[in-house]
């Protein structure tokens, strides 16, 4: 009878504990916080510097998701992205400050926001999240851009995802607009992945191109304005790289 009673209880235990750790093997869900300081002036680095003194800046909470450190006037919004969903991984160092003018805030910074909650409650896998998101599109709860429109990321550092079939994250220095343009991909523009042509940011490897809602077209900044942005931004990269070894990089040569 004790036998029976301690095995029942040993499943009851198993199960609570299968539960509660539901989808995930490990905390790696968990990002450091960074300094609100670095972190606002990154994310406002995306930016060209007259939108920025009235734009809207998203900062991250680990523990819950994103807030709004600063409620702006000008329809633009700032935002470092920690979590690149359509890879379903969770990864530690990805920063990529990207901003959205208030068609983008609209339509993209809700998709930020829910994968950012949903990776800070540790209850979802990266798969998962993943899965929510295309669910979602596929529903039409998040539905494609109303209009064409701008997200700016001129940066001076962007630590991510070369593309959507590349594992690794790796530093570039790309300053480089973003034009929305659903269900547009490389076939259509012709496009070409290199420093000065435009060329087509897809979801195609996880969703048909019907459903590409949130697909942009790709300009990279010239060579002169590029030299302008790794200039005025020196300070902020010293900042990064003194923060996160990661993030040191040798502007002048990385492309």
Not at 109 to 134: C, H, N, W
Not at 177 to 183: G, I, L, S, T, V
């Amino acid at each position: 009878m004790a036998t029976g009673c301690w095995g029942l209880l040993l499943n009851v235990f198993l199960i609570f504990n299968s539960f509660a750790g539901y989808g995930q093997k490990s905390q790696d869900w968990i990002l450091d916080k960074m300094p609100v300081d670095l972190e606002r002036d990154f994310a406002l680095s995306a930016l060209p510097p007259r939108l920025r003194d009235q734009a809207t800046v998203y900062l991250l909470d680990p523990k819950k998701g994103y807030y709004i450190a600063r409620q702006g006037t000008n329809g633009y919004s700032a935002i470092v992205n920690r979590t690149e969903w359509e890879h379903a991984e969770f990864v530690q160092d990805t920063y990529a400050a990207i901003s959205y003018d208030s068609e983008g805030t609209k339509t993209y910074i809700p998709v930020f926001l829910a994968v950012a909650e949903m990776r800070a409650s540790g209850k979802y896998s990266p798969e998962q999240v993943r899965d929510t998101i295309i669910k979602r599109i596929m529903d039409g709860v998040y539905k494609a851009p109303s209009r064409t429109g701008v997200s700016y990321m001129l940066s001076p550092l962007l630590r991510t995802h070369p593309g959507p079939d590349q594992k690794d994250v790796v530093n570039m220095v790309m300053p480089h607009y973003m034009f929305y343009a659903p269900r547009v991909d490389n076939t259509d523009i012709n496009g070409v992945w290199d420093a000065h042509s435009p060329f087509a940011l897809t979801n195609e490897n996880i969703l048909d191109k019907e459903h590409c809602i949130f697909n942009y077209i790709i300009v990279p900044a010239g060579d002169a304005e590029r030299a302008k942005i790794i200039d005025a931004n020196k300070d902020l990269l010293i900042r990064l790289a003194e923060y996160k070894s990661c993030l040191k990089v040798d502007a002048d040569h990385n492309h």
